[in-house]
């Protein structure tokens, strides 16, 4: 009843909604192969730092690498890479930024006046921008695009897992974090999507003394590979604790930030 055939806003279950009849279209001038979402149980655990490490390790490889930043309100890629220049646009859609080494990037500040002004929008509006940023601009032949989720299970998570045609999804962790939960959680909200999970990544595993050159469990002792293994998945990748990591995303370096800690997580996404 009332049935107004546009799955995408309604809110009722009925039998004839399906997963597909909520996906919307890419840009007709677009082209992306592979669509990866980076997710975590809450925020500051390090989601963006890691969707930009796997974006820069997949271009290193020689991959044509996007990052579509759908983390609205609280929007950090622009600033790791030190992309400042407003995104541009013509009459077929918006062009993303591209940072020093060709990465596409599309996020909310570089639509800002101001990349300190906050966005103070409703669910549904934050939700309309994340499928924009899909439908609206010309990403152009993009083999690994990497979608920085926002953090949780909240509203515009939802609407990105069911708007865009996600290939899979990697777990972003630290060990200070009820991480059996948080996994868990993840994993059915991925079942629920019937959305692949290609992996966790624990970030802030542990520090590596640069005296004695010994690995310290700061958080306490890692349970990830126990974790993966219970939930049917596999640890892509454990991050060090690295100043370097903040110092970068800080000064707009990242992309020039020498490490291997994604080389064979790059391996195990491809
Ligand atoms: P999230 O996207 O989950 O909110 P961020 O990636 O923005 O988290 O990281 C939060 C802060 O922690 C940033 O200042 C970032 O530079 C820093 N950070 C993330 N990972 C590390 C790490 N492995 N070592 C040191 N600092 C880190």
Redesign the pocket.
């Known amino acids: 009843m009332g049935c107004t055939h546009d799955c995408g806003t309604c809110s009722s279950s009925c039998g004839s909604k399906s997963a597909e009849s909520m996906k919307i279209e890419l840009n007709k001038l677009s082209k992306v192969k592979k669509v990866i979402g980076i997710v975590?149980g809450k925020?500051?655990?390090?989601?963006?730092?890691?969707t930009s490490m796997l974006a820069v390790a997949m271009k290193r490889q020689g991959y044509r690498t996007a990052i579509l930043d759908a983390?609205i309100t609280?929007p950090?890629i622009p600033k790791a890479f030190g992309l400042k220049e407003r995104a541009k646009g013509n009459e077929n859609g918006i062009l993303p930024a591209e940072t020093l080494t060709g990465i596409e990037v599309m996020s909310v500040n570089l639509l800002l006046e101001n990349e300190t002004d906050p966005v103070v929008w409703r669910g549904p509006v934050i939700s309309g921008t994340v499928k924009q940023f899909w439908s609206d601009v010309i990403w152009n032949d993009v083999d690994y695009m990497f979608v920085?989720m926002p953090?949780g299970t909240g509203d515009v998570a939802l609407t990105v897992f069911q708007s865009l045609p996600l290939d899979g999804i990697v777990i972003?962790t630290s060990p200070q974090e009820l991480v059996s939960m948080i996994v868990e959680k993840a994993v059915k909200m991925a079942d629920m999507m019937d959305i692949p999970i290609l992996g966790i990544v624990e970030?802030?595993s542990y520090f590596k003394c640069p005296e004695c050159g010994k690995n310290h469990s700061i958080y306490g002792e890692s349970h990830i590979d126990e974790v993966a293994e219970r939930f049917g998945t596999r640890v892509l990748a454990k991050?060090?604790?690295?100043?370097e990591?903040?110092r970068c995303?800080?000064t707009g370096t990242i992309e020039m930030f020498v490490s291997d800690c994604m080389d064979e997580a790059v391996e195990k996404l491809k």
Request: cysteine-free; hydrophobic content about 35%; charged content about 20%.
């Open positions: 975590s925020g500051g655990v390090g989601k963006s730092t890691v983390d609280g950090s920085d953090p972003v970030n802030m991050m060090p604790i690295d100043p990591f903040a995303a800080d």
